[in-house]
């Protein structure tokens, strides 16, 4: 059995576009005729092409797309844009061919121009917020979102983990879609009448084109640390792949957390008005957070900024990170134009409860409060005795350290860390994320994660081979498969005690040889606690949303 392949939102009522004017306006050079013809979609993926649709041929990693254009021809596509190598194989598909020197380069504007979502020629667009950053963007995008609904707004939502219009929801596949993609979410959230969205934007996204034709009208910065050196040969060029997201070509405005020292680099580097924000009491920054109350189920915190502006609210989220990526979303949200104040009023018509609201009810005082859930992120499946178990999407060293340090916050016994490493993906972190699970646990079991084309042991070895040589004498087990390993170590603690399962987040699959076979680790740990004989909670989506 292999998961299901999530869909792609477009418009439902798109309006036809020559092809013969597209190409007139974009200068591109034509083989065979395009009189009459008219687009309106376009898609990079002869599998998704839907009839009227623009077939994109772009030279990948692989294989040259061009050459599924006969399977694009079945489905209906009308013609193809490709580079002068995928002409010649278009040729049997005998549709015309529009020609350009790189087509994911000229995928942005031309879907843009397609899906009438260019900003030069829309004036109907949603607000556009942009978070990026190593750790922190779907979490500062579910937030951004929260907020935006408690001010009453028909929101949207792109991140890692879903993409969101109004109330309809669809599970993502990568964290920002292709260009064409992406516009074709705009087209229909414009159809939706959606007001603004918050859109995750990921360095390979500003590498790889996906976001072209768009300016944000904020775009965030949460942090820059080790990940993604497959990508990338070094931290510095990681940076500059981040950097184009603030400029004027992709943002209006931005704000920077100086939490990491990568902030203070895009302060200086970028081009657009931006404004600082930090959680470090002793950095300078425009805006300062401070932690009032660290709580099981939410964090409280002040945000101070210019002309003495100041909000107090809570986010039901653990570890001083989230106060943070909620702060910057609060900020976000000032330099797209909202009012702190209105913010402020928006955020205390709530009616979350928490468990000392009673309390707080007869000293009469409203409780500000996001309202917000996040799947997967620090997320507890655990109920009311037993272990408490988070799973969590954390891959990187840094996000290890702060949802560690979270979790050993609310518990008074042992602290396990359960995790693996990505296959195929930066192996160079691995040994790091093995002595930071290390450091930070009482326990620490290795399993598999999602081995890829990879040997699952041999992933294990890399991670066991260097807590151990870090830490000799840590308690520590190699168990494989995952649900062995959440097993054992359900059957290792008890009350008082915490497992962070970190790794597969909200993620329905694994993916093992190319094959994503279905596999929530949300489930399996519920079904673990279950077996132990602890009642897991009945999952966040019944009481929140
Ligand atoms: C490295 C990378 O970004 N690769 C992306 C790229 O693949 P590729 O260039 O290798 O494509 P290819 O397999 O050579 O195929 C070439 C073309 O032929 C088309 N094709 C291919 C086969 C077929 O049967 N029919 C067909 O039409 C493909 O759609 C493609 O357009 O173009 C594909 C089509 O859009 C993407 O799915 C693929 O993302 C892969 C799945 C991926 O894993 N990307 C990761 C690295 C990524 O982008 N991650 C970031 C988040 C990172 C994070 O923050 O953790 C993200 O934004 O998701
Ligand atoms: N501001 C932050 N600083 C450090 N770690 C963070 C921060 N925000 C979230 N994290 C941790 O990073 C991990 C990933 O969180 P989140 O999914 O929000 O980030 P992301 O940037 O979207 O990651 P990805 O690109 O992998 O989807 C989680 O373990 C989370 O607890």
New binding site residues.
Partial sequence: MSARIPPVLRPEHPTPRSVAELANGFGLRVVGSVDGVEATGVT????EVQPGDLFVG?H????H?AQ?ATEAAERGAVAVLTDADGVALVEPSGLPVLVVDDPRAALGDVAAWVYRTHPDEASDLPQLFATTGTNGKTSTSYILEGVLKQLGLVTGLSSTAERHIGTLSVTSR???P?ASEMHALLARMREAEVRAVAVEV?A??LS?HRVDGIVFDVAGFTNLSHDHLD?YADMEEYYQAKLPLFQPEHARRGVVSLDTDWGQRVVQDSRIPVTTITVHPDVEAEWHVDIVEAHAAYTEFRLTGPEGRELTTRVPLIGWHMAANAALAIVMLVEGGFELGAIAHALESNHRRYPDEDEREQRDEPTSAIECYLPGRTERVSGEHGPSVYVDFGHSPDAFENTLAAVRQFTPGKVLMLFGADGDRDTTKRPDMARVAAAGSDILIVTDHHPRFEDAASIRKTLVDAAREAYPDHELYEVSPPEAAIRKAVGLLGEGDSILWAGPGHQDYRDIQGVRTPYSARDEARQALREAGWEPNSGPQEETR
Avoid: K, M
């Fill in positions: 990079l993926s002869a599998a772009v990948g990693a692989n294989r797309g599924f990568l964290t920002t292709e990921s390979q996204a790889r990508d």
